[in-house]
């Protein structure tokens, strides 16, 4: 019976997973790549050198609206974390006698150097923004369908996950057993052990990233309490009450008060948000929100102030113990609340789990060749599997390393630069995918491999040449970001020329038969 029971979950474990790998693959390899988002978004920015603190950029924000923008009617300052970026600007025009203010979220907006409160002069590009928004909204397709693909991946996942705790006996044995050179055993024990290593994780990865979109998964609770969509969001996100104008000018208050007071109301927390409505009135409300990279609750708390006269006029209420707890759920995923070192835990944790996926896939075909009538000319199902493993394992990461490449190549006037710089993601993972379809399987994976290894190799190369912020430069200058971003670019094509090597030497794996050559007769 428990035979039985182990047997039916081994089958459950692999077909879950392999369903749905190629997807959990690129959610995972793109959501590891978020937890250095504005690291890359830096990087992909090369121009801008400086990082303020998020008060010296609101402060900047702030005097480029009233030069810029003084009839406003509203002024929404989105500000940098710690980690530096750019601030993100919105306003809303006055409006027209009789009609009310509308504002166009294409053209009402502007993105500043945090540093000089100017407008941005460097390179368009979504930087580390676009990888981290694919992973859970992908791309070309409409939001709603992919969160439900995506959620639905997550499901498979955390089932996989269960069932292959429950499969194997010795999970944990096996995670001291790593043996090379053994063929199917090989791609096993790296199985287990990128699993065992990232196990806690991968539980609380998964989780916590259906918790962030349980509302939409699951819209029932909202629907048996009597709440529509739209009060059950007003009740888990309250909106500070707004004030008519008066007619009568009054400057905003000065910001340091402002930073001053949230942070003994907040014990230390910084602002990611200022809104401003009716700037330069007497009745002029100022509302700040709290950082999300300042705690483990990643839902902001938010103080309403005078704007002219500083006081508090309104703050958010205290949430409930679901509330706080859906909020500290999300914090988990994003981990923006964690340092350098966590941060390197985290993305340490989702290339254990990013392996376990493309070890898992592999093992899927390694396993089941030997059992095939003619290992040399297997099925479709089994051809179009190895194929798609190379097309997404070699492929997907090809695509991000040129995406990096044409960060620095395309022109800087380009028109919809940034979206060329994700169509040639795109193009480069489909040209890989289909070579892949192309080529016999062993030279797929070789030259697949071979190719991403070159491009990020190339990466650092093509860095130094179109601008100054080179690896030895970087070196030589203390410059961090951009030596750690070069060195783990290395890092990354010395990964897939070993891969790409070992892929070339490989010869396959037989099994001798031990009992049948001790009874072979001595030759005569």
């Not at 009233?66 to 929404?76: H, L, T, Y």
């Not at 000018?249 to 008060?257: C, G, Q, S, T, V």
């Not at 949230?262 to 709290?290: C, E, F, K, M, Q």
């Not at 839902?299 to 958010?316: E, H, M, Y």
Request: glycine share 8%.
């Amino acid at each position: 019976m428990k035979g039985a029971f182990r047997q039916s979950m081994a089958w459950l474990h692999t077909w879950t997973g392999l369903l749905v790998g190629w997807f959990l693959f690129v959610i995972f390899l793109s959501g590891t790549t978020a937890y250095f988002q504005y690291e890359i978004t830096r990087w992909m920015k090369p121009e801008q050198t400086r990082v303020v603190t998020p008060q010296v950029a609101a402060q900047n924000a702030m005097t480029w609206l009233r030069a810029n923008q003084p009839e406003a009617v509203a002024w929404d300052i989105y500000l940098p974390g710690k980690r530096g970026g750019p601030v993100e600007i919105y306003w809303t025009p006055k409006p027209e006698a009789g009609k009310d203010a509308v504002r166009d979220w294409e053209k009402d907006t502007a993105r500043l150097d945090a540093a000089t409160g100017q407008k941005t002069t460097g390179r368009d590009t979504q930087g580390g923004y676009f990888l981290y928004r694919f992973h859970y909204d992908l791309h070309y397709i409409p939001v709603i369908w992919a969160r439900w693909i995506v959620g639905f991946c997550a499901i498979m996942m955390l089932t996989a996950c269960i069932t292959g705790i429950v499969t194997h006996k010795k999970i944990f044995a096996d995670f001291f057993m790593l043996r090379f050179g053994k063929g199917q055993r090989s791609w096993l024990d790296a199985h287990n052990v990128s699993a065992v290593m990232a196990l806690p994780f991968i539980l609380m990865i998964t989780y916590t990233g259906l918790v962030t979109l349980a509302s939409l998964y699951m819209p029932w609770p909202i629907k048996a309490s009597g709440m529509t969509e739209e009060s059950y969001f007003a009740a888990l996100y309250p909106v500070a009450p707004t004030r008519e104008p008066t007619g009568k000018p009054a400057a905003l208050i000065n910001l340091d008060k402002v930073f001053e007071a949230t942070r003994r109301r907040w014990h230390g927390d910084g602002i990611a948000y200022l809104s401003a409505v009716n700037p330069g009135d007497a009745g002029a409300t100022l509302t700040a929100t709290s950082a999300p990279d300042e705690r483990l609750q990643t839902r902001g708390d938010s103080v309403q102030f005078d704007g002219a006269t500083g006081q508090i006029l309104w703050a958010s209420p205290v949430r409930s113990v679901e509330a706080k707890t859906e909020s500290v759920m999300v914090g988990l995923h994003a981990g923006r609340y964690a340092g350098t070192v966590l941060r390197w835990l985290y993305f340490i944790g989702g290339i254990g789990g990013t392996m376990m996926i493309a070890t898992g896939l592999v093992l899927w075909t390694s396993k089941r060749r030997l059992k095939l009538p003619d290992p040399a000319r297997p099925h479709f199902g089994f051809k179009l599997v190895e194929k798609l493993n190379i097309g997404f394992i070699a492929g997907f990461p090809t695509g991000i390393a040129v995406y990096f490449l044409a960060n620095r190549l395309l022109p800087l006037g380009m028109t919809a630069r940034a979206d060329w710089e994700i169509h040639s993601l795109f193009i480069a993972w489909v040209a890989v995918l289909v070579w892949a379809f192309a080529r016999p399987t062993k030279r797929g994976w070789v030259e697949a491999m071979s190719a991403c290894a070159g491009l990020f190799a190339l990466v650092p190369v093509v860095n130094a040449i179109t601008t100054p912020r080179g690896l030895i430069h970087s070196l030589f200058s203390g410059d961090i970001l951009f030596l750690s971003f070069d060195v783990l670019m290395l890092l990354t094509a010395a990964a897939y020329a070993l891969a790409a090597w070992k892929t070339a030497r490989h010869k396959p794996y037989v099994k001798v038969n031990k009992k049948a050559v001790n009874t072979q007769p001595e030759p005569a």
